[in-house]
């Protein structure tokens, strides 16, 4: 409480300074469209408000994809100054329909690039202001009364104690999902990449359809693992649930957003509002215990709490696996989404049954050797792995056409789906079918 | 109906009824015998129709009991006591047919089949209804509708037989055929019948005895003329036709219309009174004079004679009435 | 009587007055306003090929030619089929006893009874989670006791489980109107022919309330049918609603098939409605007596009690279990993992009371108009259709009831893109005044206070309006002082229901709410949820969600029980 205080003192302070340079006093009524919580919001609003006298922040709380479909339809008397959420794809959404205008920050201190992720979008038309990573966040209560590992790798995830015991959001639903499994694939490749996904997506519980299901879900105990974005495991620690995160050697690091609206009917306190959040008092307020998001802007560690890490400093940012290509992953978004749902989301069952035989069988096998069962169980995970597109079809303009209503002709999205689902549906089957011969070989 | 049951006696001892704080009925008894026409007479709120269900069960009673064939059935709920009885509405079920609904007993008292489909045309055709049987019952006239209540009743060939107003909501015509109907169906069958009814005339044209009530208490309980002739109270006396009341000797007695002669000279013991004739009516085969005397107003029915002129109204007049025909009332 | 679906009964059917043409066309207009032109801009995208205009049915030929969407048909079917069946049994022996029987606490039980419809987005969820979830507290303790776990949230059974205990106040409110209107003499006519208990219950109660009973099945039906929200708190994505769902919300994608599935989810669920009005075909369910008859309530005695209460006893404590959840987590510190929280603490309560005042009000107001927007509404074109037999009237019917299949994001959406042009003399978008989120809450439930008018004026015997015409009142006289209160319960039950629902309604809201101090509960109860540190937050703003529905509900059913035993006394 009393760092929140210091922290309002400081951004009244310090702003109501830069207000006055600037001359020219932003005020009226700021009205944010976002897809933050009132715990991130309250304190922003009430520093903001606090700093320039005479403006209100009006907050508006839709989730993402309302907030984005809301500025969409009311842009002919846009009343919305303001856009603000994680999801870079949301701002990129916007940005394509050219509802968002360019401003460039009076900001300093914030680089260009967190590891290999651009931190502000290059033509300017939307901001970071926080940096997210993806990691894995789990009950700790749940761990201990199961007898469960605590896991530090993807990769741990998909082994036979995780089985059924992690939950996800569907990368279709969730931005930084998305981000996440893009990672993956595009540091282990795209065959070798999905492989790992579908490994350790067999192993899920279930493939939520809201990203904040999955830490509700981790908080009240009904399942072990999330795989979340960090600051839903800071904010779970910081409300007290018996909960733990950490970033595997690889994640990604992606900055959560502010946008300016086109056609703001107040384009001079939405920039202010801007300004504000990346000034050093805007970005210390995100230290704020409920709150618990990285800055983007490098100094302000030095006032981080104790145990909230400094993500410039994470070593794997350097990595060159993690170097993240923007422009492929734009080219096969949709693909990617589409694929993962037609291939887990709506095939979670046959997934996770060809999934458990696996596991059945590699216990089987260590009990009793057997070169036959062994080559079975690897013709299983092949079938699992396998994948219906190679990676330049999923980017293919077709691709897209197919899921954005392009000119380009192709398959429509249905076909496409509906021979994906079938493709997947046969080859689990087939894994099932595998893994049940190599346990019976193993016996 | 082939087989005609033993017919039974209702007996009811000392009931008390209430419906939360409003006292329904007061220590009623009585007794109604074996193949009896019964009539609970009373004007509405007397508590008759309370006293039938109560017969029926589906009133509780605080106090007394119910006796049906010297059976205690105090404790049986409605559907173990085997009384028939005719709703005022009817209550035929809209869902059913006619014979459906005629089948609805026979069916609870799980006859075969064959024989429930013979009982329901026997029970039609005792009230001439067979040909409607496939009807739905909003599809009947109010007449048609009251024979199949009455069909679905007997069809199960109850005990004693329950009528809660069952003429009520049929024209005057209709009323007077179906009573006639009642009657003889009643006689063919031998059945103990208990008819609920606010009408003195229909009680008295198809009953054995009739039960007058008045405010929760049974004031009397007798064959028609009986109780036209020795009303124990004022209530019966008021109730079953007109009567004059007058002051004689400090106590109260009563006098029917047609019992006083208007013009008789003085005759010995009888009772005279003189007075005005204000009011004049004509009734048919009665010619009814009202007169101002000094003990009040007296009714006075005459028979009609078209050869005699009427008195005229505004005329003095002796009347006398003979002392046997004064019945002393409480 | 047999040629339509619904048997027109009565006074002057077919008589079209001028007064009666513009009633129908003043709702028509109405329907087309707020349902029918923004739900069409919306969902025409199901016939046009993907990212060009035209007409095309090829879409459709898409969804039929989908697995996964055969399978999602079927399972949507299967479950809402087996939620009906549930939903009977848990609302049968409550409806039954409270309205035939000396029941303590009658209107009590009638009042928890309809709580369940109360349940907050998301809080109601995180509760029935952990209640009733692999390791909430029912689970947690049988796996401590015997060593094993009772799958109730889980796959299709999982997702019957919860709507039945959700959704079964519609036949329970419906039902019990229906059984309040029977004239006792039915049943006792039957009794005294020997017919008792369950076969009573079977023979003549049951099908004499068909109407109300259909009326809650076939909202049950439907309702679970479009219902996306529990699917998706399961983890159940293989069924319509779900689909439609994802697909109309996902961004940035221009995919026809979500609006394809709305299209067959408002076709599907009309037919289930044609279906339901088939079975209640060319019968008589008017019961003529309705006018002074009510009912007279029987004493339970010995076995019979114990029975009776037992069963109510197992269903409400069934059927309350999240609320006794939602309350828990209220007042819980840290709720994780055990069966039961923590530790307790007030400030939840303190918080939200500090900083939710406008949204109760907000609720109340907006809730409260659309119910009767919804019972005026529902009221007259239930007049239409069963006492004009205007063609008109049975149109009204279905365009209404098509309501209840229209996903609110869908209606959402729509509201915006018609409305949000119109500007205000105050320079407000009309699409942001606070108006419209109660034209919104009353177009989605007005289903509700249709279907439970219209089986309140079934049962009311045409005779008793003829009576008053006869006596020289006119037609809208005769519904003003015949009609509307013999209807008052039947009304009343519609309204408990639309006002009810609405209350806790968030997917339409939530495209509409524009500023803080325009927003209702369940848009407070959204923002609360997003955060850990906001779960017993929106939990205590659910618990008083619930209170405020409830109270209301409460007050109501005593109105309408007040109502009856005045009218049982009369006839006394």
């Given at each position: 409480?009393?760092?929140?205080r210091?922290?309002?003192?400081?951004?009244?302070?310090?702003?109501?300074?830069?207000?006055?340079a600037?001359?020219?006093?932003?005020?009226?009524?700021?009205?944010?469209?976002?897809?933050?919580?009132?715990?991130?919001?309250?304190?922003?609003?009430?520093?903001?408000?606090?700093?320039?006298?005479?403006?209100?922040?009006?907050?508006?709380?839709?989730?993402?994809?309302?907030?984005?479909?809301?500025?969409?339809?009311?842009?002919?008397?846009?009343?919305?100054?303001?856009?603000?959420?994680s999801?870079?794809?949301?701002?990129?959404?916007?940005?394509?329909?050219?509802?968002?205008?360019?401003?460039?920050?009076?900001?300093?201190?914030?680089?260009?690039?967190?590891?290999?992720?651009?931190?502000?979008?290059?033509?300017?038309?939307?901001?970071?202001?926080?940096?997210?990573?993806?990691?894995?966040?789990?009950?700790?209560?749940?761990?201990?009364?199961?007898k469960?590992?605590?896991?530090?790798?993807w990769?741990?995830?998909?082994?036979?104690?995780?089985?059924?015991?992690?939950?996800?959001?569907?990368?279709?639903?969730?931005?930084?999902?998305?981000?996440?499994?893009?990672?993956i694939?595009?540091?282990?490749?795209?065959?070798?990449?999905?492989?790992?996904?579908?490994?350790?997506?067999?192993?899920?519980?279930?493939?939520?359809?809201?990203?904040?299901g999955?830490?509700?879900?981790?908080?009240?105990?009904?399942?072990?693992?999330?795989i979340?974005?960090?600051?839903?495991?800071?904010?779970?620690q910081?409300?007290?649930?018996?909960?733990?995160?950490?970033?595997?050697?690889?994640?990604?690091?992606?900055?959560?957003?502010?946008?300016v609206?086109?056609?703001?009917?107040?384009?001079?306190g939405?920039?202010?509002?801007v300004?504000?959040?990346?000034?050093?008092?805007?970005?210390?307020i995100?230290?704020?215990?409920?709150?618990?998001?990285?800055?983007?802007?490098?100094?302000?560690?030095?006032?981080?709490?104790?145990?909230?890490?400094?993500?410039?400093?994470?070593?794997?940012?350097?990595?060159p696996?993690?170097?993240?290509?923007?422009?492929?992953?734009?080219?096969?978004?949709?693909?990617?989404?589409?694929?993962?749902?037609?291939?887990?989301?709506?095939?979670?069952?046959?997934?996770?049954?060809?999934?458990?035989?696996?596991?059945?069988a590699?216990?089987?096998?260590?009990?009793?050797?057997?070169?036959?069962?062994?080559?079975?169980?690897?013709?299983a995970?092949?079938?699992?792995?396998?994948?219906?597109?190679?990676?330049?079809?999923?980017?293919?303009?077709?691709?897209?056409?197919?899921f954005?209503?392009?000119?380009?002709?192709?398959?429509?999205?249905?076909?496409?789906?509906?021979?994906?689902?079938?493709?997947?549906?046969?080859?689990?089957?087939?894994?099932?079918?595998?893994?049940?011969?190599?346990q019976?070989?193993?016996? | 109906?082939?087989?005609?049951?033993?017919?039974?006696?209702?007996?009811?001892?000392?009931?008390?009824?209430?419906?939360?704080?409003?006292?329904?009925?007061?220590?009623?008894?009585?007794?109604?015998?074996?193949?009896?026409?019964?009539?609970?007479?009373?004007?509405?709120?007397?508590?008759?129709?309370?006293?039938?269900?109560?017969?029926a069960?589906?009133?509780?009673a605080?106090?007394?009991?119910?006796?049906?064939?010297?059976?205690?059935?105090?404790?049986?709920?409605?559907?173990?006591?085997?009384?028939?009885?005719?709703?005022?509405?009817?209550a035929?079920?809209?869902?059913?047919?006619?014979?459906?609904?005629?089948?609805?007993?026979?069916?609870?008292?799980?006859?075969?089949?064959?024989?429930?489909?013979?009982?329901?045309?026997?029970?039609?055709?005792l009230?001439?209804?067979?040909?409607?049987?496939?009807?739905?019952?909003?599809?009947?006239?109010?007449?048609?509708?009251?024979?199949?209540?009455?069909?679905?009743?007997?069809?199960?060939?109850?005990?004693?037989?329950?009528?809660?107003?069952?003429l009520?909501?049929?024209?005057a015509k209709?009323?007077?055929?179906?009573?006639?109907?009642?009657?003889?169906?009643?006689q063919?069958?031998?059945?103990?019948?208990?008819?609920?009814?606010?009408?003195?005339?229909?009680?008295?044209?198809?009953c054995?005895?009739?039960?007058?009530?008045?405010?929760?208490?049974?004031?009397?309980?007798?064959?028609?003329?009986?109780?036209?002739?020795?009303?124990?109270?004022?209530?019966?006396a008021?109730?079953?036709?007109?009567a004059?009341?007058?002051?004689?000797?400090?106590?109260?007695?009563?006098?029917?219309?047609?019992?006083?002669?208007l013009?008789?000279?003085?005759?010995?013991?009888?009772?005279?009174?003189?007075?005005?004739?204000?009011?004049?009516?004509?009734?048919?085969?009665?010619?009814?004079?009202?007169?101002?005397?000094?003990?009040?107003?007296?009714?006075?029915?005459?028979?009609?004679?078209?050869?005699?002129?009427?008195?005229?109204?505004?005329s003095?007049?002796?009347?006398?009435i003979?002392?046997?025909r004064?019945?002393?009332?409480? | 009587?047999?040629?339509?679906?619904?048997?027109?009964?009565?006074a002057?059917?077919g008589?079209?007055?001028?007064?009666?043409?513009?009633?129908?066309?003043?709702?028509?207009?109405?329907?087309?306003?707020?349902?029918?032109?923004?739900?069409?801009t919306?969902?025409?995208?199901?016939?046009?090929?993907?990212?060009?205009?035209?007409?095309?049915?090829?879409?459709?030929?898409?969804?039929?030619?989908?697995?996964?969407?055969?399978?999602?048909?079927?399972?949507?079917?299967?479950?809402?089929?087996?939620?009906?069946v549930?939903?009977?049994?848990?609302a049968?022996?409550?409806?039954?006893?409270?309205?035939?029987?000396?029941?303590?606490?009658?209107?009590l039980?009638?009042?928890?009874?309809?709580?369940?419809?109360?349940?907050?987005?998301?809080?109601?969820a995180?509760?029935?989670?952990?209640?009733?979830?692999?390791?909430?507290?029912?689970n947690?303790?049988?796996?401590?006791?015997?060593?094993?776990?009772?799958?109730?949230?889980?796959?299709?059974?999982?997702?019957?489980?919860?709507?039945?205990?959700?959704?079964?106040?519609?036949?329970?409110?419906?039902?019990?109107?229906?059984?309040r209107?029977?004239?006792?003499a039915?049943?006792?006519?039957?009794?005294?022919?020997?017919?008792?208990?369950?076969?009573?219950?079977?023979?003549?109660?049951?099908?004499?309330?068909?109407?109300?009973?259909?009326?809650?099945?076939?909202?049950?039906?439907?309702?679970?049918?479009?219902?996306?929200?529990?699917?998706?708190?399961?983890?159940?994505?293989?069924?319509?609603?779900?689909?439609?769902?994802?697909?109309?919300?996902?961004?940035?994608?221009?995919?026809?098939?979500?609006?394809?599935?709305?299209?067959?989810?408002?076709?599907?669920?009309?037919l289930?409605?044609?279906?339901?009005?088939?079975?209640?075909?060319?019968?008589?369910?008017?019961?003529?007596?309705?006018?002074g008859?009510?009912?007279?309530?029987?004493?339970?005695?010995?076995?019979?009690?114990?029975?009776?209460?037992?069963?109510?006893?197992?269903?409400?404590?069934?059927?309350?279990?999240?609320?006794?959840?939602?309350?828990?987590l209220?007042?819980?510190?840290?709720?994780?993992?055990?069966?039961?929280?923590d530790?307790y603490?007030?400030?939840?309560?303190?918080?939200?009371?500090?900083?939710?005042?406008?949204?109760?009000t907000?609720?109340?107001i907006?809730?409260?108009?659309?119910g009767?927007?919804?019972?005026?509404?529902?009221?007259?074109?239930?007049?239409?259709?069963?006492?004009?037999?205007?063609?008109?009237?049975?149109?009204?019917?279905y365009?209404?009831?098509?309501?209840?299949?229209?996903?609110?994001?869908?209606?959402?959406?729509?509201?915006?893109?018609?409305?949000?042009?119109?500007?205000?003399?105050?320079?407000?978008?009309?699409a942001?005044?606070?108006?419209?989120?109660?034209?919104?809450?009353?177009?989605?439930?007005?289903?509700?206070?249709?279907?439970?008018?219209?089986?309140?004026?079934?049962?009311?015997?045409?005779?008793?309006?003829?009576?008053?015409?006869?006596?020289?009142?006119?037609?809208?006289?005769?519904?003003?002082?015949?009609?509307?209160p013999?209807?008052?319960?039947?009304?009343?039950?519609?309204?408990?229901?639309?006002?009810?629902?609405?209350?806790?309604?968030?997917?339409?809201?939530?495209?509409l709410?524009?500023?803080?101090?325009?927003?209702?509960?369940?848009y407070?109860?959204?923002?609360?949820?997003?955060?850990?540190?906001?779960?017993?937050?929106?939990?205590?703003?659910?618990?008083?969600?619930?209170?405020?529905?409830?109270?209301?509900?409460?007050?109501?059913?005593?109105?309408?029980?007040?109502?009856?035993?005045?009218?049982?006394?009369?006839?006394?």
């Amino acid at each position: 409480m009393i760092s929140r205080r210091v922290a309002l003192a400081a951004a009244a302070l310090s702003v109501a300074l830069a207000g006055a340079a600037h001359g020219q006093a932003p005020s009226g009524k700021v009205t944010v469209v976002t897809s933050f919580s009132k715990e991130v919001t309250d304190p922003f609003k009430a520093a903001f408000e606090k700093a320039f006298p005479g403006t209100t922040l009006e907050v508006q709380n839709r989730n993402t994809n309302a907030g984005v479909k809301f500025i969409e339809e009311t842009k002919s008397n846009n009343g919305v100054d303001l856009f603000w959420a994680s999801a870079p794809d949301a701002f990129e959404v916007l940005k394509a329909k050219g509802l968002l205008e360019a401003y460039k920050p009076k900001a300093d201190g914030i680089p260009d690039k967190i590891g290999h992720f651009p931190i502000n979008d290059p033509q300017g038309f939307y901001s970071g202001f926080a940096a997210s990573g993806y990691g894995i966040m789990w009950n700790d209560r749940y761990v201990k009364a199961n007898k469960l590992p605590e896991p530090k790798e993807w990769e741990d995830l998909a082994t036979a104690p995780y089985f059924d015991h992690v939950s996800m959001a569907a990368p279709s639903r969730s931005g930084t999902t998305h981000l996440t499994i893009e990672a993956i694939l595009q540091s282990a490749g795209w065959e070798k990449g999905w492989g790992i996904v579908k490994a350790f997506s067999g192993n899920l519980r279930g493939v939520t359809e809201r990203s904040f299901g999955v830490p509700d879900a981790v908080n009240s105990g009904q399942v072990g693992y999330g795989i979340v974005i960090d600051f839903f495991g800071f904010s779970a620690q910081g409300a007290g649930f018996p909960v733990k995160f950490v970033y595997p050697s690889l994640s990604t690091i992606v900055p959560a957003n502010i946008g300016v609206v086109k056609n703001a009917p107040n384009a001079a306190g939405a920039k202010a509002f801007v300004d504000f959040i990346l000034s050093e008092p805007g970005q210390a307020i995100l230290f704020d215990p409920k709150i618990r998001r990285l800055p983007v802007r490098t100094a302000s560690y030095a006032k981080a709490p104790a145990g909230l890490p400094n993500p410039f400093e994470f070593k794997w940012l350097a990595d060159p696996k993690s170097k993240f290509d923007v422009e492929k992953s734009e080219k096969r978004f949709a693909a990617v989404d589409a694929l993962y749902d037609q291939l887990v989301t709506f095939q979670h069952e046959a997934l996770k049954a060809a999934t458990k035989a696996i596991h059945d069988a590699d216990a089987a096998i260590a009990r009793k050797p057997s070169p036959e069962a062994s080559r079975l169980v690897a013709e299983a995970r092949a079938l699992v792995a396998r994948m219906p597109v190679s990676e330049a079809e999923a980017a293919s303009p077709e691709m897209a056409a197919a899921f954005t209503g392009g000119k380009e002709k192709g398959p429509r999205q249905a076909e496409l789906e509906q021979k994906w689902a079938a493709y997947a549906k046969e080859n689990y089957a087939a894994a099932l079918a595998k893994a049940q011969a190599a346990q019976q070989a193993a016996k | 109906m082939t087989a005609l049951l033993q017919p039974v006696g209702i007996d009811v001892e000392g009931v008390d009824l209430a419906f939360g704080a409003t006292q329904v009925l007061r220590n009623v008894s009585l007794s109604v015998h074996p193949g009896e026409f019964f009539a609970f007479l009373g004007p509405s709120g007397c508590g008759k129709t309370t006293l039938l269900r109560l017969i029926a069960g589906f009133n509780v009673a605080q106090k007394g009991r119910v006796l049906i064939g010297g059976r205690d059935v105090t404790a049986l709920p409605p559907w173990r006591r085997d009384v028939g009885m005719v709703f005022q509405s009817y209550a035929l079920w809209p869902h059913m047919s006619v014979a459906r609904n005629v089948a609805f007993g026979l069916e609870e008292r799980r006859l075969p089949r064959s024989e429930v489909a013979g009982r329901v045309d026997e029970a039609l055709d005792l009230v001439g209804l067979r040909h409607l049987k496939d009807r739905k019952p909003s599809q009947l006239s109010g007449g048609q509708q009251q024979r199949v209540a009455l069909a679905r009743t007997i069809a199960v060939r109850p005990q004693v037989l329950l009528l809660d107003e069952p003429l009520s909501n049929l024209d005057a015509k209709m009323r007077v055929e179906v009573r006639r109907e009642l009657r003889e169906l009643q006689q063919r069958l031998k059945l103990t019948t208990i008819f609920v009814t606010h009408d003195q005339e229909e009680a008295n044209t198809i009953c054995d005895r009739i039960a007058v009530m008045s405010e929760g208490i049974v004031q009397q309980v007798g064959a028609p003329m009986d109780l036209y002739d020795r009303p124990a109270n004022l209530f019966v006396a008021g109730f079953l036709g007109t009567a004059n009341f007058l002051e004689e000797g400090g106590r109260k007695v009563m006098v029917r219309p047609q019992n006083v002669q208007l013009g008789a000279e003085a005759a010995t013991g009888a009772f005279m009174i003189s007075g005005a004739i204000v009011h004049r009516e004509f009734q048919g085969a009665t010619m009814r004079y009202v007169l101002e005397t000094e003990r009040g107003p007296l009714i006075v029915d005459e028979p009609y004679d078209p050869g005699r002129s009427p008195y005229a109204v505004g005329s003095q007049v002796n009347a006398a009435i003979r002392p046997e025909r004064l019945v002393a009332v409480a | 009587m047999s040629g339509s679906a619904f048997p027109v009964q009565g006074a002057g059917r077919g008589i079209a007055s001028p007064g009666l043409a513009l009633l129908a066309l003043l709702i028509g207009l109405f329907l087309a306003a707020f349902l029918v032109i923004p739900v069409v801009t919306v969902i025409f995208v199901a016939f046009q090929p993907k990212g060009s205009t035209g007409f095309t049915l090829i879409n459709f030929v898409d969804f039929f030619s989908t697995d996964l969407f055969r399978r999602s048909f079927w399972n949507s079917a299967y479950v809402s089929l087996m939620s009906v069946v549930i939903a009977s049994l848990l609302a049968l022996p409550l409806a039954y006893y409270t309205t035939r029987f000396e029941f303590r606490g009658a209107a009590l039980v009638q009042t928890l009874g309809v709580i369940p419809l109360i349940m907050p987005p998301f809080a109601g969820a995180v509760a029935m989670q952990l209640l009733f979830g692999r390791n909430g507290t029912v689970n947690l303790l049988l796996d401590d006791w015997f060593g094993f776990k009772v799958p109730f949230m889980e796959g299709l059974n999982g997702v019957i489980f919860v709507e039945a205990v959700h959704y079964f106040p519609f036949i329970l409110v419906n039902l019990s109107t229906s059984l309040r209107n029977i004239d006792r003499a039915m049943e006792e006519a039957a009794q005294n022919l020997g017919c008792s208990g369950f076969r009573l219950f079977r023979r003549i109660v049951f099908p004499l309330a068909m109407p109300g009973y259909v009326a809650g099945a076939s909202l049950v039906f439907i309702k679970v049918f479009d219902d996306l929200a529990t699917p998706l708190l399961l983890n159940v994505k293989d069924m319509l609603a779900p689909q439609a769902y994802l697909r109309i919300t996902s961004v940035g994608l221009a995919d026809p098939m979500g609006y394809v599935i709305s299209v067959v989810l408002i076709v599907a669920s009309l037919l289930a409605m044609w279906l339901s009005t088939l079975a209640l075909r060319g019968k008589d369910y008017a019961t003529v007596q309705r006018g002074g008859g009510g009912t007279v309530k029987r004493p339970l005695r010995g076995i019979d009690r114990v029975l009776a209460y037992g069963a109510i006893t197992v269903v409400l404590v069934l059927v309350l279990a999240p609320h006794v959840g939602l309350f828990l987590l209220s007042i819980a510190t840290i709720w994780s993992f055990a069966p039961l929280p923590d530790g307790y603490t007030a400030a939840h309560y303190a918080r939200v009371l500090s900083e939710s005042g406008q949204y109760i009000t907000n609720t109340l107001i907006y809730a409260g108009l659309a119910g009767l927007i919804d019972v005026v509404i529902g009221s007259a074109i239930a007049y239409l259709v069963l006492r004009t037999g205007m063609p008109a009237g049975r149109w009204l019917d279905y365009v209404a009831t098509a309501a209840l299949a229209v996903p609110g994001v869908v209606l959402g959406i729509g509201f915006l893109r018609t409305y949000f042009g119109v500007t205000l003399p105050s320079g407000q978008s009309l699409a942001a005044f606070w108006g419209m989120i109660v034209l919104a809450l009353a177009i989605r439930r007005l289903p509700y206070a249709l279907r439970a008018c219209m089986a309140a004026m079934q049962q009311i015997s045409v005779s008793l309006e003829e009576a008053a015409q006869n006596l020289g009142a006119t037609r809208s006289r005769t519904v003003r002082r015949i009609v509307m209160p013999l209807m008052l319960s039947g009304v009343a039950a519609g309204f408990v229901t639309s006002f009810a629902t609405a209350a806790v309604e968030l997917s339409a809201t939530m495209m509409l709410v524009q500023t803080q101090s325009d927003a209702p509960l369940a848009y407070g109860l959204y923002v609360f949820m997003q955060s850990p540190a906001g779960r017993g937050a929106g939990a205590a703003l659910g618990v008083i969600a619930v209170v405020i529905v409830g109270l209301s509900t409460y007050v109501s059913n005593r109105l309408v029980e007040r109502d009856m035993a005045a009218r049982s006394e009369a006839k006394e």
